[in-house]
């Protein structure tokens, strides 16, 4: 299972860091997603970032880019997501996400409110 934490209340301008780790799953050779949910929205991707062995290269949904970075730590069996500058419409819970096989994994999600 995935596992997030980090989310939390913070003032627009503020920042977070959002954490994922792998429990009973290697996180080290997938691709990892960070989505977010807003109320009454459809879910949507965030970021992701490939596997070590691939470049760890990193794409992002053009409303974060320049604010949020994906990265990854395969020691700690973990994927994080810095978030700067945050927004009002940035507030959503935030959910991880991989695949094995044809079978994918989420977290249970950590909310983010961004408000004054």
């Not at 299972?1 to 627009?12: A, C, I, R």
């Not at 990892?32 to 992002?60: C, D, F, H």
């Not at 053009?62 to 009002?88: C, E």
């Amino acid at each position: 299972q995935l596992v997030e934490s980090g989310g939390g209340l913070v003032q627009p301008g503020g920042s977070l860091e959002l954490s994922c780790v792998g429990s009973g799953i290697s996180l080290a050779t997938g691709v990892m997603k960070w989505y977010r949910q807003a109320p009454g929205r459809e879910r949507e991707w965030v970021a992701v970032i490939s596997a070590l062995s691939a470049g760890a290269n990193t794409l992002y949904t053009d409303s974060v880019k320049g604010r949020f970075t994906i990265s990854r730590d395969d020691a700690k069996n973990a994927v994080y997501l810095q978030m700067k500058n945050l927004k009002p419409e940035d507030t959503a819970v935030y959910y991880c996400s991989t695949v094995r096989g044809t079978m994918p994994y989420w977290g249970q999600g950590t909310q983010v409110t961004v408000s004054s």
